[in-house]
């Protein structure tokens, strides 16, 4: 038995589980029937079925790093303004607190520690509700350290990657494309957005990571894409666990309201 293994538990080995970097975009693509929702059940049905899902979201962040460590996560509804109907959405998957210890344990040169209150919020519900409408498989989420740079969010998931070789599907949720400060509802994509997509999408498939640990190099147009960068981040922890071998392709590249990109990839 090697170390990351013993650290591990009782995690049983599979097959490498593949990559999911999901653009979220709207809470209602939840309980809508969209291009976005078919494509996460599609999706649900076509991967194998993982032991877990580990989830960094872009709506959990904090001072330090943390992981749910509960047995029964509860579902947040961290929005406003919407229908009711999306209010009365739940999510019970359990959580897995073996998991949770075995993510602690599995980076020495970060500290996680354990959170009994966050939950489930609407980056990890509303993408998983489609995709695994049964909600039996336990769920585990990573917080984001807000105050970190990027390089530690990268960094920190290369310590964790091996989970994907314990039959857990890791899925950072976000966007690549983020800025409600410009919302409209023409559908008109700005010019800054498709541009900024594109590049991205252009360092995803030559494997660029640097260059996109680097992305605020790209000044204003980062800037434009986004004012905070709290759903670019979970990009980070996704490319942090990749291997050489895996290869990326793009689905639901579409936009929502001009300036959300819904670009999301898996890497297998």
Known sequence: MNEIDRIAGNLPTTERMPLLFVGHGSPMNTIEDNVFSRKWAELGKQLSRPQAILCISAHWLTSGTFVTAMEKPRT??????????????????????????????????????????????????????????????????????YSKPMEYHYNLAKQISYLRAKGVLVIGSGNIVHNLRQLHYDEKIPDWSEQFDSQIASWIESGDDKSIVKFQELGSLAKMAHPSYDHFLPLLYVLGMKEKTDQPEFFNSEFQIGIISMRSVIWK
């Not at 599995?106 to 354990?114: L, R, T």
């Not at 039996?136 to 350290?145: A, G, K, T, Y």
């Open 76 to 145: 947040i509804h961290d929005f406003g303004g919407f229908p009711e109907e999306l209010f009365r959405q739940q999510y019970p998957a359990p959580g897995s607190p073996e998991i949770a210890e075995s993510i602690m344990n599995m980076s020495p040169e970060y500290f996680i520690g354990k959170d009994f209150d966050w939950g489930l919020d609407h980056g990890t519900w509303s993408v998983l509700k489609p995709m695994f409408p049964l909600a039996d498989i336990p769920v585990i989420q990573l917080s984001i350290d």
